[in-house]
Structure formats: structure tokens, C-alpha cells
């Protein structure tokens, strides 16, 4: 590319962005005569900040074009056997221009998911990548809906940038449940392992003794035994009126995301911190399952140091080390300890904060709503987790759903009742090593 073909498709490209940007003025003036908001005003910043970018470029390219002016047009290239190669050895190589979507975290998959929950509900009249043209949607969220194989080389360019900007898109919702669930934040320091996988583990130790002279020795021999991680899933189902659906705008997208993530999260560190979780087939133990309670002895600070320290001694009368050890609490417990003071007015618990880094008796907290009665103690390293990594969704409007129970079903149509559901599920499970945490129960 010569560099004035260069200055050209910059042009072409800045003349694009101003295109869009007045197609979705003209769009929202048209739908509801007011201003963009949520995802096109999102969107039309990107444009903005796109185009101020390029023009910068442009000004650069343009004032070199305009000094080799009075160069004559058979210069020889000091590098390479063509003007191009000759131009970058002189020039420098021509500026890369490359801009990344700024739309919030987790917005791009809840766009993907309404597009083609809209796209269902249409019978076929519309694909949800015509829906994403109507909302002038990213091409991230484009080629995520697309999903499809590409023909080609690998020594194209583009080749595979679908199925990339999927696990993108993907992944941005594992971060966001990640950040909103205890599990997933202390999921970096427990031992990582396959599902469907054997562990072998002692369950007897050896026995040794002082002997006398001609005595004889103490005989045992120390005990096996395995522990076994398979799957086990989370799933759950969000149900939207075809109207919430059809006709809102994309702002309706945060809902479902909310919803979604909200539900998922409350579900995992529920049972995780429950001590009444029992294992199933099915589903895993709670690590606080079979482990003695430390009754809480009050509410003062001095009661609370006493609580923690007992918790503290549980766990190392067990052997274990508190290397890597975090309390969990409800971010409420979290707000009362760093307002208590003793007799002198001092901060009792010095590193607890309402806002920012907390730290309880020099051990860091994380907060989860699942310990509203309880202060935790987890040892992540005696936990192990199997964890997948990814979330699966589809979406249908002609199922039927039983929003009861086994035993009491009460099926809903979505078909007759215009309804239309999405299904999240994802693959997770956790053992503890033995012992693997202790926590104080308030009342």
C-alpha cells in the first residue's frame, strides 16, 4: 500500500465512523426523540474516540506525504527491493491503527443473548446478526453470535477472529461472577485438579513408640484411600416476557446479565458456606459440612477476638497451617467490626475498612452474603476444585418449564404464554482435604 492509498483508507474509514454515529442519532431522534443512551451512547463514544485517533494519524501521514514533494520519483529505497519496503526504511512503517470495543464488562454477552433470544422469538423472520445490525452492535458481538466455521488459511489475517471474540465474550462473564463470588476469588490458592479423577490419600498414620532394650517394636501399617472429584453442574433458568424482549432497547441487556450472574453467585457461595450441605451424587459438600460450630460469645470486640482465636486454635490443633488462610464474612459483619472501638476510642480491629482492602487479625477477609449468621475461616489449600471455567446459555420459547417442583410440577408453555428462557449452566465441584476451614455461628 502505497502511503497515499494509506491517507485514502483512513479517509474512507473516518467518513464510516461518521456514518454510524449518524445513523444511530437518526435512529434514537426517529424511535423516541431524545439522545442516545446505555449501549449506543457507549457505542458512539468508541466511534468518537476511534475517529480522534485516526484524524491524528492522518495529520501525520499528510504532513510526510507533503515534505516528499520535491523528492524525485526515482528514489532508490535504502532497504528493499520495492518504494514501499523503501518508505518504511526511511519513513519508518506506517502507523497501525487499532482500536478495542469500550463497552462495559459483560454488556457485549448480554447483547449476544438478547439478540438471540429476539432472533427465536421471530420464527425465523430475522438472524441475530440482522438484530445486531439494527442496534448498530459492536462487531465483537457480531462475530461471537456468528460462531461459525471459517474457510481459509491460517496465514490469514482474520482467520479464527469469530470463534476468538466468542471466548472474549465468554469470558468477560466468568470475570464478572468471579468478582462477585467468594469461591471464584479464593479459587486461585485451592489445589486445582480434573473432574472424574482419582486422588489417593492416607487415612492412617503409622504407629512408633520408646521400646526397651530386647522389647518388642510397635507393628502397624498406615492406611489408604482415594477421594474422587466428578461432575457436578449449576444451572438455572431466567424467564422474559416476550415484550421485555421485543421491545426494549438494548439497555434491558444489564437486566438479564444482573440476573443471570446474581443468581448463579448466590447459589455457590450458598452452598458453599452452608454447613447442612451434605455430598450427593449430584453436588458437593459444603467445606463447613461435619465441622464443629464455635458458638459466638458476644458482639463486643473482645468477644469477637476470643470467637476468632478459638476458630484459629480448631485449626491448628488439626495440623493445618494458616499459610493463604481468609476469613469470610457478610459485608455487613465486615462494616460493624471496622466501627468498633475499645474504652479509649481506638479502632478495635485496625485493618477491617468499610471500603477497600480488609485485613482481621493479620489475615486478609473477602466478603459473600452467604455468611450473614457466620465468620468463616477457609484454608484454600486444603480444598480441592475442579472448575471448567466457562458458562454455558441457550434459549428457547417453545420449551415447557417447571417452575415447581419434582414432586409438585407446575409446567409453563413458554409458546402460550409468550415467554422466553434462558438457561445457564456451569461445572464445578469442590472436596476438602480433610479439614479445611471452622467459622463462629451468631444467632
Not at 465474550?169 to 464478572?176: A, D, R, T, Y
Request: with cysteine.
Amino acid at each position: 500500500m502505497t502511503l497515499q492509498e494509506h491517507i485514502d483508507a483512513i479517509k474512507a474509514t473516518i467518513n464510516d465512523r461518521m456514518k454510524k454515529m449518524s445513523d444511530i442519532m437518526t435512529k434514537a431522534a426517529n424511535d423516541n426523540g431524545s439522545t442516545p443512551e446505555g449501549v449506543d451512547e457507549e457505542t458512539i463514544k468508541g466511534y468518537e474516540a476511534e475517529i480522534k485517533n485516526l484524524e491524528a494519524n492522518l495529520a501525520r501521514l499528510e504532513k510526510i506525504q507533503k515534505s516528499q514533494v520535491d523528492l524525485p520519483g526515482t528514489t532508490v529505497p535504502v532497504e528493499g527491493g520495492t518504494s514501499e519496503k523503501g518508505l518504511n526504511s526511511t519513513q519508518g512503517k506506517p502507523p497501525i491503527v487499532e482500536t478495542k470495543s469500550n463497552l462495559p464488562p459483560g454488556i457485549g454477552f448480554a447483547i449476544a443473548i438478547k439478540a438471540q433470544a429476539v432472533a427465536a422469538l421471530s420464527k425465523g423472520a430475522v438472524t441475530a446478526t440482522q438484530v445486531l445490525d439494527s442496534w448498530h452492535a459492536p462487531e465483537i458481538v457480531k462475530n461471537a453470535v456468528t460462531q461459525k466455521a471459517l474457510v481459509g488459511t491460517t496465514s490469514e489475517a482474520t482467520f479464527g477472529a469469530s470463534l476468538v471474540d466468542f471466548q472474549v465474550l465468554s469470558g468477560e462473564f466468568i470475570e464478572l461472577l468471579r468478582g462477585k463470588t467468594a469461591v471464584d476469588k479464593l479459587a486461585s490458592k485451592m489445589r486445582q485438579v480434573p473432574f472424574n479423577v482419582k486422588i489417593p490419600s492416607q487415612t492412617g498414620a503409622s504407629t512408633v513408640g520408646w521400646v526397651g532394650e530386647a522389647k518388642t517394636k510397635p507393628v502397624t501399617n498406615p492406611t489408604f484411600g482415594s477421594v474422587t472429584l466428578t461432575k457436578s453442574k449449576v444451572a438455572g433458568i431466567v424467564m422474559l416476557s416476550e415484550e421485555l424482549v421485543r421491545f426494549s432497547n438494548p439497555k434491558a441487556d444489564g437486566l438479564v446479565l444482573d440476573d443471570l450472574l446474581k443468581s448463579t453467585a448466590a447459589f455457590i457461595d450458598g452452598q458453599f458456606f452452608d454447613p447442612a450441605k451434605a455430598e450427593s451424587t449430584d453436588s458437593p459438600a459444603s467445606i463447613l459440612n461435619g465441622v464443629e460450630a464455635i458458638p459466638s460469645t458476644g458482639e463486643t470486640g473482645v468477644a469477637i477476638e476470643t470467637d476468632l482465636a478459638a476458630v484459629i486454635k480448631q485449626a491448628t490443633d488439626a495440623g493445618l497451617t494458616l499459610e493463604g488462610a481468609t476469613w469470610v464474612m457478610s459485608e455487613t459483619r465486615a462494616a460493624k467490626l471496622s466501627v468498633l472501638r475499645d474504652a479509649l476510642g481506638k479502632k478495635y480491629f485496625e485493618g477491617m475498612n468499610i471500603n477497600g482492602a480488609k485485613e482481621l487479625l493479620t489475615l486478609p477477609v473477602e466478603i459473600s452474603a452467604a455468611c450473614a449468621d457466620k465468620i468463616v475461616l477457609v484454608i484454600p489449600s486444603q480444598i480441592l476444585l475442579a472448575d471448567d471455567g466457562a458458562v454455558d446459555f441457550a434459549i428457547s420459547s417453545e420449551a415447557s418449564i417447571n417452575t415447581g417442583t419434582d414432586a409438585a410440577p407446575n409446567w409453563v408453555s413458554l409458546y402460550q404464554s409468550d415467554l422466553i428462557a434462558i438457561r445457564g449452566e456451569r461445572f464445578i465441584r469442590w472436596k476438602p482435604r480433610g479439614v479445611a476451614a471452622g467459622y463462629v455461628q451468631f444467632t
